[in-house]
Nanobody, 115 residues
C-alpha cells in the first residue's frame, strides 16, 4: 500500500517562507513523477509543481520564481520550498505520486498566509 504523508504546513505572514515535506512509504524511485497541488477554499484543486524521476522540474506560473520543488531519494521525500508567500497562496497542499496508471495522494497540509 503506497502512502504519502505531508508535513510542514502552518500559519505564516505575507513575505514569509515555509517548507513542505512529502514522505513516501517506499522508494520514490518507483514513481514516474511526483508533484504538489493545492486547493483553496471554494476552488478547484490546481497543480503547483512537478519533479519527474528523470528530467526537469516545472512550475505553475503563479509560483514560478518563488517555489522550489526538490527530492531526497535517500529519505524518500519530496520537498516544496515556498518563499515570498502571498495571501493567495493560502490553501491545502497535497502531494501526488504517479505510479503506473495510478495517482496516489497524501492527506494534505494546510498553509495559511495572513498577517
Amino acid at each position: 500500500q503506497v502512502q504519502l504523508v505531508e508535513s510542514g504546513g502552518g500559519l505564516v505572514q505575507p513575505g514569509g517562507s515555509l517548507r513542505l515535506s512529502c514522505t513516501a512509504s517506499g522508494s520514490i524511485f518507483t514513481f514516474a513523477h511526483m508533484g504538489w497541488y493545492r486547493q483553496a477554499s471554494g476552488k478547484q484543486r490546481e497543480w503547483v509543481a512537478i519533479i519527474p524521476n528523470a528530467g526537469f522540474t516545472n512550475y505553475a506560473d503563479s509560483v514560478k520564481g518563488r517555489f522550489t520543488i526538490s527530492r531526497d531519494n535517500a529519505k524518500n521525500t519530496v520537498y516544496l520550498q515556498m518563499n515570498s508567500l502571498r495571501p493567495e497562496d493560502t490553501a491545502v497542499y497535497y502531494c501526488l505520486g504517479h505510479l503506473g496508471r495510478t495517482d496516489y495522494w497524501g492527506q494534505g497540509t494546510q498553509v495559511t498566509v495572513s498577517s
